[in-house]
């Protein structure tokens, strides 16, 4: 099947889904439809390939060995080290530094920067659209340093209040940690002009780019952020591994985030002195597999490239929001002009979780809850909601599914 919103942006979507095993499979007796995706996607051949060949061909620990296997170990692993700096284009390689994922760069950046450069008084805002992930490592240093935290509320329809960031953005403001995309609303963050405000005032910013990175073109130069976070597992790669970027006049004033191995010049029992960046804060083995693999997904999303495959997911977000709403009883919630492939919404009367299961028993894997956003659930007056959410290999046939399987759950219910 061709997918096309206009000639340039045409792909064919079966020879997408082809290059992902697990899509073709039964559950419960029905076709898998996959719509889990902004918790984490699935993997292509290609991922999983890398990930084979590396512990059946050249499984060593990277940048101590001087064999042939430990070379090429570190050759692969740094490969992605560059591949990670052209895809989010990064003046710097050492800006590159892996983690675990989204959750460990911003407890990274909290602790380290937060620690050493807080003091009592100071502000730090994130916007009512976090995840947990860009709240508690806030929270955190904020009780240590004597810090405030400030929320920037969001609009009826999902959507970042600009004016009230404004007001709350001042000289006090040290640090702005705000999503690009929310991974509960779909909302996209207008973060160009968040981080030109906060600079203003000389505040540093932190994106959280876990859903954003698969769908939207990121340029961290032309954004001017100073730290800016993605996770492998949410753009097709591997679990466990992500990357860290951030401006290297910063990351050069920061002390390591953990100690150990490879972090390090030299040790004594007196006094250590510390490696030079990226190695400074990649303290023991890092994930060397996972992070050989994370390379086979950049490819991938560069070759079929974000401006496709946010279209294709941009003509499933709408026809799902359509005839989402077109049935008696749901609501969207996150209804922001600006969005990622994600739509969340509820069934009056019938509880998020017993909707999810009733789904599940028709194949379609939905999320259900609070999305570890339990913040911005209560500013809707709610405890969570139905999400699904799109990636370049789903089709409006599987929509027809999700919808066929509401409306039958809203008449058995009902
Ligand atoms: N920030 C956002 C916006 C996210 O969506 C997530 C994960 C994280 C941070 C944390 O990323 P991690 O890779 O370190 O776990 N979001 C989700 C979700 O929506 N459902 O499961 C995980």
Request: charge should be negative; proline fraction near 3%.
């Amino acid at each position: 099947m061709e997918v096309a919103t206009s000639t340039s942006l045409k792909f064919d979507v079966e020879s997408v889904r082809k290059q992902f095993p697990i899509l073709h499979q039964k559950v419960n007796g029905h076709d898998l439809v996959y719509f889990d995706n902004a918790a984490t996607t699935q993997k292509p051949q290609v991922v999983i390939h890398a990930l084979v060949d590396y512990y059946s061909g050249f499984n060593a620990n990277i940048h101590r060995g001087i064999h042939t296997l430990a070379e090429k170990a570190t050759k692969a692993f740094e490969d992605t080290r560059k591949t990670a700096q052209h895809f989010l284009n990064a003046q710097h390689t050492e800006e590159i530094i892996f983690v675990r994922g989204v959750t460990e760069g911003i407890n990274l950046v909290a602790s380290s920067y937060g620690r050493t450069f807080l003091k009592q008084g100071d502000e730090i805002i994130i916007s009512g659209l976090e995840h947990h992930s860009n709240i508690v490592p806030w929270q955190m240093v904020c009780e240590e340093k004597g810090c405030r935290l400030q929320v920037i509320p969001i609009t009826p329809s999902g959507e970042f209040d600009m004016v009230a960031f404004e007001k709350l953005v001042s000289p006090k403001t040290k640090i702005v940690a705000v999503n690009h995309a929310s991974n509960s609303l779909g909302s996209i963050n207008p973060i160009k002009e968040v981080i030109q405000k906060a600079h203003d005032v000389g505040a540093i910013v932190l994106i959280d780019g876990a859903q954003a990175a698969a769908h939207i073109e990121i340029d961290v130069q032309q954004l001017d952020c100073d730290f800016y976070c993605i996770s492998g597992h949410k753009m097709y790669g591997p679990t466990g591994v992500g990357v860290l970027y951030g401006k290297k006049e910063l990351l050069e004033k920061m002390p390591p985030y953990m100690g150990g191995g490879e972090m390090i010049k030299n040790v004594t029992f007196e006094r250590t002195t510390y490696n030079e960046l990226p190695y400074k804060f990649e303290a023991g083995t890092p994930n060397i597999a996972d992070v050989v693999a994370f390379r086979e997904a950049f490819a991938f999303i560069n070759e079929l490239g974000k401006a496709k495959i946010a279209a294709h997911e941009h003509t499933l977000l709408q026809y799902a929001a359509k005839e989402l709403k077109a049935l008696k009883c749901v609501r969207l919630i996150g209804t922001a002009s600006e969005k990622v492939s994600v739509q969340s919404f509820i069934i009056d009367g019938i509880h998020p979780f017993d909707v999810g299961q009733m789904l599940d028993t028709r194949g379609v894997a939905v999320r259900t809850g609070h999305h570890c956003t339990q913040p911005l659930m209560e500013s809707f007056g709610l405890e969570g909601t139905v999400r699904a959410s799109f990636a370049v290999y789903n089709t409006k046939e599987e929509i027809d599914k999700l919808t066929e399987g509401v409306d039958r759950i809203i008449k058995f219910l009902k």
